[in-house]
């Protein structure tokens, strides 16, 4: 063991070498460099595998909507549903759906966009076997309870309501009448996908291949997907740049101190600490605009302290003492804007967003407040626990300032404590568990622009997202009613009184309607978010 | 010494076992992991059954645990969440994180050792109480706040260097975040060195090395740093296996795709997969440091002798 070489030279070599890569490094400054007309954005590492019917978080929804079209698309503006592939969607009775895909249409790879091609993604989506987890988005066609029991084996392998007519037509039977269903299709789980996906279903993980402006060309996963231009692209919305390359980032600190210094074009999620300064920083390239997410305070009626008659009122009054208004300015920096509704503004009058249907019971009122609260019989347990998960999206600030803002209202220190769950995982845990013994956070980001999925899948009874198992017959007549009729101002206003009900009862305490936040570099233009608060990338240029 | 290290060997599989198991217990213990996949909704009971089954969670702790540990010695670490081999995953974040305690290591001993060596020599003199008070503050600042103040300086103000490392994370990419991984454990090698030297000055062989008239070069090289570095090894070695796993921190300020962020995403997450198989390796590598810090010692000191 003697043959060790001496300290001395050993650490000489060291600082030669050391000296030697700092003498050859620094240099590298601009690296946001694809090559002209290509721009950097901001990414987060998907947290399944990128299948249209699998992707159900916005990270992976990006991508989706860059490189897929599907029957519909959500106008980046309005949020209203349009025909994209879809030449004509037919139906008498709001029941059997008669679809007609546009003529002209190939996937990247050159293969035609068929009726088949939707018929079959559709049915791999549905099929339990693939374990998708956007599935129940074909919960409505006719034959899903044979292709996704909710218990055992499949006994079939495909949708029984769908059916190939055509090479470019197929109909849709759905299992009760729905007068919205067209309007759902714009959604990422409804994409068309092309044969490679099921014959080399590896290959095509690596590289998704689809039919949208934009193509894959480089995936190292969880950490870069460069996209580039489909010059060949058949749509009206062709990209105006020649390409993205997305960049994941574990923190979006480091994403905007990027931005900052040059070395990233889009930051898509301003973080909160910066919120105070972003604006000087960015010079008027900041945007900040309301998006579809409504964060809602959800509360247990399983347990049956909560449930009794009477407890409305202890609900409505914990509504009114929420200074809203204030925890919007102070902690969110107008991010987010008090609700006083249950849907979101995105949607538009004519899609169902009423300003102010919440009334006087989202109305910061201290005395009233407290004043219900007794008349109600006082908060269950003589205490409230407020529940959230601590581990992302820093809810911490907003659920301690609720809580001070209860405590204030009802003149009690000790009325309402923060209850902070480890992780994610942890506490959807609990929520499925029925193990949350007081009021808990229930954010919601909506699938797609419609009055309905604000409200059926949260408030109906057994609904998939009803967290709190929430129930009325009144509510569930009203969505039953809602969707079945086939005007759609009429279906419009009896989900509006279905959400009256929620009101009264206070089934969820509205709290804000959540913007998104983007900042860019000067050498874009043109940069807005959609209503999923997503950057619309087909339509920035780049300088 | 061959007998040595086969015993050292031989220790290392009960605390191989038992950290594996634990880690294993302890992200069992949060809850169903398929729970969080989801997002905000819940998953339907159909699919999270079928990818329970799929991913071995339906079954008995201790039974997934035998299982997984077969399947470990094959060399099948399992499946993310996303759909990856952990394997894949492991293959490319560990070369990026071994590149950046490189380079953390390699400040440590230059920086460290010649810092301790020089204060060790002049103490109570400017230069040692300098450093004294220097080292003060990069042990009680957190290594966040260094990090965030570095990369606003160098990478923002000055544009020196891009703040964040670009997914290759070459050497030259690594310098200023390796500077700042090393930064307290810097401060505590300066430290150990000096007090080692400054102990040893009096030592009897130093004493004898003077007297023959060596050269002071000579002497401080080969028979004072030699003696001296043994407790400074001892700390370098056992920082290997810390600066790999602790450098989350690092990792997620300068954005660096290494084990900090599989391990930060995994546990996020709750992917038992990715968490108990990055954990497992970085119990190897603490063992393997280990063993080498033993094994240098008869290197470092001739009076040190194993049976």
């Not at chain 1, 849709?172 to 099921?198: I, N």
């Not at chain 1, 309301?290 to 305070?297: E, R, S, V």
Request: include cysteine; proline fraction near 5%.
């Amino acid at each position: 063991m003697r043959g060790a070489a001496p300290p001395r030279r050993t650490a000489a070599l060291a600082v030669a070498s050391l000296l030697a890569l700092t003498a050859t490094g620094c240099g590298s400054g601009a690296a946001a460099d694809g090559g002209p007309g290509v721009l950097s954005s901001s990414w987060g590492d998907p947290q399944n595998p990128l299948e249209p019917a699998n992707t159900n978080e916005v990270q992976g929804g990006k991508v989706l909507d860059m490189v897929f079209r599907g029957l519909k698309r959500y106008d980046p503006r309005t949020g209203a549903a349009k025909d994209m592939l879809a030449e004509r969607i037919e139906t008498e009775d709001s029941r059997t759906y008669a679809v007609t895909v546009k003529d002209g249409w190939t996937f990247s790879n050159g293969e035609k966009v068929t009726a088949r091609s939707f018929v079959d993604a559709w049915n791999y989506g549905a099929s339990l076997r693939n374990n998708q987890k956007c599935a129940y988005f074909f919960g409505y066609i006719d034959g899903y309870d044979q292709v996704h029991p909710e218990s055992g084996e499949q006994t079939a392998d495909t949708l029984s309501g769908l059916r190939v007519t055509g090479p470019r037509t197929f109909t849709v039977r759905l299992d009760q009448s729905f007068s919205g269903f067209p309007d759902t299709l714009g959604y990422a789980a409804f994409a068309p996908l092309p044969r490679a996906f099921f014959t080399d279903h590896a290959a095509w993980l690596k590289k998704p291949v689809g039919n949208g402006p934009y193509r894959v060309t480089s995936y190292v996963r969880g950490a870069q997907m460069s996209l580039r231009t489909w010059d060949a692209y058949p749509g009206p919305d062709k990209a105006r740049n020649r390409g993205v390359d997305l960049k994941v980032y574990t923190d979006s600190n480091t994403a905007y101190t990027d931005l900052m210094s040059g070395n990233l074009d889009l930051a898509d999620d301003i973080p909160a600490g910066q919120l105070t300064n972003v604006r000087s920083d960015l010079e008027g390239r900041y945007i900040n605009v309301p998006a579809g997410i409504l964060q809602t305070l959800a509360f247990p009626f399983y347990d049956g302290k909560w449930d009794k008659p009477g407890m409305e009122k202890v609900r409505t009054g914990l509504s009114m003492a929420i200074d809203r208004d204030q925890i919007s300015r102070t902690i969110f920096r107008g991010t987010r804007t008090p609700a006083t509704d249950w849907t979101s503004p995105v949607l538009g009058a004519a899609g169902g967003y009423r300003a102010g249907l919440c009334g006087d019971a989202c109305r910061y009122d201290p005395k009233r407040a407290k004043a219900l609260v007794e008349e109600g019989g006082g908060l269950p347990g003589g205490r409230l626990r407020l529940t959230y998960n601590a581990d992302t999206g820093s809810h911490k600030a907003w659920v301690d300032a609720v809580c001070h803002s209860i405590n204030n209202a009802l003149d009690d220190d000790r009325a309402c404590v923060a209850d902070p769950v480890g992780t994610f995982a942890d506490y959807r845990n609990q929520i499925s568990q029925k193990k949350i013994a007081g009021p808990f956070r229930a954010g919601w980001q909506m699938d797609y622009p419609l009055i309905q999925n604000f409200l059926q899948p949260l408030y109906y009874t057994d609904a998939s997202s009803n967290d709190g198992r929430w129930s009325s017959q009144e509510f569930d007549g009203l969505v039953d009613r809602a969707n079945a009729a086939t005007d759609r101002a009429a279906s419009v206003k009896l989900f509006q009184r279905a959400e009256e009900v929620v009101r009264d009862q206070m089934a969820a305490i509205p709290l804000w309607y959540q913007n998104g936040s983007a900042g860019y570099s000067k050498r874009l233009s043109g940069v807005e978010l959609n209503p999923f608060s997503v950057p619309v990338y087909d339509r920035i240029k780049v300088a | 010494m061959g007998q040595y290290v086969m015993r050292r060997l031989l220790q290392m599989i009960p605390v191989f076992a038992g950290a594996t198991l634990l880690i294993f217990l302890m992200v069992n213990v949060m809850g169903d992991p398929v729970a969080g996949l989801c997002g905000d909704k819940a998953c339907d009971a159909a699919t999270a059954a079928r990818l329970k089954a799929e991913f071995g969670l339906d079954r008995p702790v201790w039974q997934q645990y035998l299982t997984y540990m077969g399947n470990v010695f094959t060399g099948d670490f399992g499946t993310a969440f996303n759909g990856q081999e952990v394997t894949a995953l492991m293959a490319a974040s560990f070369p990026v994180t071994a590149r950046l305690t490189l380079v953390a290591i390699v400040f440590e001993v230059v920086l460290g050792v010649t810092l301790g060596v020089l204060t060790g020599l002049r103490r109570g003199r400017p230069v040692d109480t300098g450093v004294l008070m220097l080292s003060l503050v990069v042990i009680s600042v957190p290594t966040f706040v260094t990090g965030l103040l570095l990369q606003l300086l160098f990478g923002v103000r000055w544009h020196w260097i891009t703040p964040s490392v670009s997914l290759a994370a070459s050497y030259d990419e690594l310098i200023v975040p390796g500077l700042v991984l090393a930064s307290v454990s810097l401060a505590y090698v300066t430290r150990l060195t000096r007090t080692s030297i400054a102990e040893n000055l009096r030592a009897d062989h130093v004493r004898t090395a003077v007297a023959k008239g060596l050269p002071r070069r000579r002497v401080i090289v080969r028979h004072l740093l030699r003696t001296s570095l043994i407790p400074v090894v001892t700390f370098i070695g056992s920082d290997i296996g810390a600066l790999m796993g602790g450098a989350i921190v690092t990792e997620r300020i300068f954005n660096i795709h290494g084990v900090g962020f599989q391990l930060y995403q995994g546990i996020l997450r709750q992917n038992t997969q990715t968490v108990v198989g990055f954990v497992t390796v970085l119990v190897l590598v603490f063992l393997a440091a280990n063993l080498l810090v033993d094994l240098l010692y008869a290197v470092l000191d001739p009076r040190i002798r194993y049976a």
